[in-house]
């Protein structure tokens, strides 16, 4: 089934999951929202992420979609059952994928999570976390300048260096042997939040997750594109609520293809 699969997030952290649905179902077309008028979501209220999370799912809808992909920890831990009760095609986002990888790779059952305020205080990994396995320690820490130092391109810089261990420093007493990047755009720092919290902590990267999960779900309802790479070349459609240029400028450096275009949509009238 060619029709394309649609990803969306409160900016532009999503397209490490872009970049991984991507690596991983290359024949797979695309169609990419980013709410960067209204980013970051994760300082926002439950009934405004929903509402925001409804409005671009709403537009998507307008592609004809196969499938949602929620690529913000966010929209995924307030707006998920919401949107899933809401439509009837496969939705899925971002939480679960990474909580099955953290609690299968932990050794010592202590995980760390770290995102935004609303996904820490959401406590939606710890819930998975707990019910695959009920041991586990989970600590978890708020991150809130992540996002914007990402937005910002500042991702080897100083500053970012130095907020990184001022938030990451007391998670280094609970001796945890997992940490989950709770946000999508955290993976682009994770050079700079490995060499602080060590090599012995396995960095779970849920994007990664997420494209394998979205895999097996694409192939479980026969929604996979069966049409090879050189019958047809795949097409990534990209939308933002603003700063195009800045946009372009930014997936130019996550992705591992040139982004020539991005096109602006009034969500506010979805």
Known sequence: MNAPIG??????GGLTVVKEIMRQ?????????????????????KNTVCKY???IVRFLQTKQVKAIVIACNTA?????????????IPVMGVVEPGAMMAANTTRTNNIGIIGTESTIKSGIYNKFLHKINPDITVVSKACPLFVPLVEEGLWEDRVTEDIVGRYLHELKEYEIDALILGCTHYPLLRRVIGQEIGEDVKLVNPAYE????????????NLLNTMSIEEHEPTYDYFVSDGVDKFISFADDVLS???DHAEIVDIESY
């Open 25 to 45: 179902l290359p024949g797979e077309n695309l169609v990419y929202f980013g709410d960067t008028a209204r980013v970051p979501y994760g300082s926002k209220s």
């Open 76 to 88: 995924s831990a307030l707006a998920l059952d919401e949107i899933r009760e809401e439509i009837d």
């Open 257 to 259: 293809c040139h982004v």
């Open 7 to 12: 990803v969306f997030d409160s900016g532009v």
């Open 53 to 55: 999370s409804k409005q």
């Open 210 to 221: 997420t494209a394998k999960s979205l895999k097996l779900l694409l192939g479980e309802k």
